[in-house]
Nanobody
């Protein structure tokens, strides 16, 4: 099993920045892909960005150029640097990990961290 714990969410004004972190523990050697999802009220959960063990990345169009996903395998930690935040980025952000080399990791989930962007 893998446990994921997110941190770094909060309230920020539009145009501001936040950095989310996700620390993995347990069978971390089994992780290939990690990613960030988000779910806004009344909407489906969507993949924001993902990154493989070899640092191949994938982003949804609405965050390209504003968000950067990265991971530190030595520290079993993944990050999401979010710049130029918009009110529509408001959501609960979830960390996810997968043992497979996939673009949409789903095997393991964190508890989520709230990001609120005020206008």
């Amino acid at each position: 099993q893998v446990q994921l714990v997110e941190s770094g969410g909060g309230l920020v004004q539009a145009g501001g920045s936040l950095r989310l972190s996700c620390v993995a523990s347990g069978r971390v050697y089994s992780i290939n892909t990690m990613g960030w999802y988000r779910q806004a009220p009344g909407k489906q959960r969507e993949l924001v960005a993902s990154i493989t063990r070899r640092d191949s990345t994938n982003y949804i169009g609405s965050v390209k150029g504003r968000f950067t996903i990265s991971r530190d395998n030595a520290k079993n930690t993944m990050f999401l640097q979010m710049n130029s935040l918009k009110p529509e980025d408001t959501a609960v952000y979830y960390c996810a990990a997968d043992t497979s080399l996939v673009m949409n990791p789903r095997d393991y989930w964190g508890q989520g961290t709230q990001v609120t962007v005020s206008s």
